[in-house]
């Protein structure tokens, strides 16, 4: 073989082995242990702390009882406690830290109640150009109580 | 407003278009690839010498359109970093998975091929030239200058089984393209075992066009004359090509019309009113039947060379727009229908947006600006341009 040919051929296995190299460097070593992932993700998760207290435990010590009793039977009912309250893990094991305020801007409300054509035409949704004057929700509508205006 | 845009009943899933007009680049600049890396083996495989003027002029217009023809999919990801992924940890069930392989092989064969046709220039220009040019052309020349006769015709024999490789190279990698689009069985538009060969023969259609318009502009610019015979030569099997691909294209509507399977109701909708203009009007009309005429024509008329010339060039114009309605077709037209059968949704281009209009340009012209440079550094105009 011609000696310029030998060193393109050279030239195309260093580009080869270079992309094993790389590939062996950045493909984590417990990738697809268990599947197209890598395995270790699984420990990495459930080793994060648990930063939600879920809603049950706003009602459970009767610490918010009243609102939570009101809530339970609501429309709201599958919306969680935290989802507009922020999470709440460390606000059950000390009530001196306390959760974030409530998120009561009309735009988090709207992810649920703008209107859109993927929703069931059902469910309440409002066109925020038309309805309610650039008011926050909460103005009118009790979210822990939906319809009690 | 988005209720306007829907008519019948679609999945909610289906309310957004996700695949833009990025997506709709992608099959179109890797069949232009595909289109010039054939053409320029009809003279380095079949030794079809009228398109010698052309051959590594051909070569260099892959290369440039290869090389962004990722690029649309980087951007449509938005993530291109991790572009690379896919071959680092290909998933063996999605067909996806391969195109980075099939990829990299063939820019690897077209690279090797510019290469070894443009050697005896490179090692010239590296032993003749001063400063950072010696330095480029000796590092490309891979600081060996053997260009007796004998190691010439080693590359010669060496480029044409490249070549020979890089014809199914080419048809794998263009109808893969079409096989991601008919494997996909949810679609009844998409999905259909001709898609990878209807794909290919647009591809090549396509990549013809481009190479003539190419010709025909860089002549122009360069103030050099055509030669006629190898502009006749291409146009002729652009008119072969483009009869393969026309028939294919009408196969594929009529047996699914008369097949008339639950999915014919929903596909008479998506032509007669979705895709009515761009298929009938741009694809087929425009993208087809006047170029077959216009080309036909110039089979028949005698002498007459500039006025054969620019019913060429308007007939090469319009087949790189027709393919371009062609994947829009698929492309969007595909997803314009709901996979419920009974519905349609509108896809709305926007135009400053990393999914609008604006990228697109962008990265349909950067394919001519690398193609500048390649040919600034590679100058494969004495092909063209023989002395007299």
Redesign the interface.
Known sequence: ?????K??FM??VIAIIG?VFV?SL??PDS??EYG?YRANSVNDIRNFPVKHAGSASCGDESCHAAIYSIWKDSGHKTVNCETCHGASGEHANNIRILPTPANDSRDFCGLCHFK????PENFPQIDPEIHGENLQCTYCHNPHKPWFV | M??SL?WGY?Y??E??IQWSILIVLYPYITGLVAGAFIASSLYHVFGKKEIKPVARFALLTALSFLLVATMPLLTHLGHPERGIEI???P?VTSAMSGFGYIYSFYL?VVG?EI?LSF?EDIVKKALNSRGWKEVLYSAL????Y?ISE??LH??EK?AKRLAIIGIPSAAFLHGYVGFIFGGIKANPWWSTPLMPIIFLMSAIVSGIALLILLYIASMKIRKHAIDHKCLHSLAHYLWIFLILDFTLEILEIISMKYESLERIDIINRLLSDKIATTFYGVQIGLGIFIPFILILLVGIIKNRETLKMIMIAISSIFVVIGVFAMRWNVVIGGQEISKSLSGTNTYVPVFFNLEGVLPAIIILLIPFIILSVLTYILPPWKDMEPEE
């Open positions: 073989m011609q000696p310029h040919l060193r393109v030239l195309l992309f590939r950045i493909v990738f697809g197209w859109r054509v993927a929703r | 988005m209720e829907i679609i909610p899933n309310a957004e071959m680092f940890t998933h690897i090797l290469w050697r020349a891979l600081f060996s053997d004998k190691a080693e590359d060496l």
